[in-house]
């Protein structure tokens, strides 16, 4: 069965530094993009970074651009997003995605990690 399990999330203050984890099992991990998505209380989710294996191709929401950065490892089945200078508008239950379309699309979430940037 599929999982993609987040750790690292926590409380920290505005200005600190945090790094989310997301460990993948039960699929060929290069092969899909690896995303983290957040979602504020009454908002949607959005998507905050993206890396596409092939071409080691990188997005991010202007929001966190220049502030966080995503980095996976195909050896470790794991994904990463460091966030540096975190705002309280940063604070989100953040999400791992894995995606591809084979056919049909396969979609996978985990189960979401608490970032909470407060003084």
């Known amino acids: 069965q599929v999982q993609l399990v987040e750790s690292g999330g926590g409380l920290v203050q505005p200005g600190g530094s945090l790094r989310l984890s997301c460990a993948a099992s039960?699929?060929?991990?290069?092969?899909?993009?690896m995303s983290w998505y957040r979602q504020a209380p009454g908002k949607e989710r959005e998507l905050v970074a993206r890396s596409i294996s092939v071409g080691l191709t990188t997005n991010y929401a202007d929001s966190v651009k220049g502030r966080f950065t995503i980095v996976r490892d195909n050896a470790k089945n794991t994904v990463y997003l460091q966030m540096n200078s975190l705002k309280p508008e940063d604070t989100a239950v953040y999400f791992c995605n894995a995606r591809k379309y084979g056919g049909v699309w396969y979609d996978y979430w985990g189960q979401g990690t608490q970032v909470t940037v407060s003084s």
């Open positions: 039960e699929f060929t991990f290069s092969n899909y993009a």
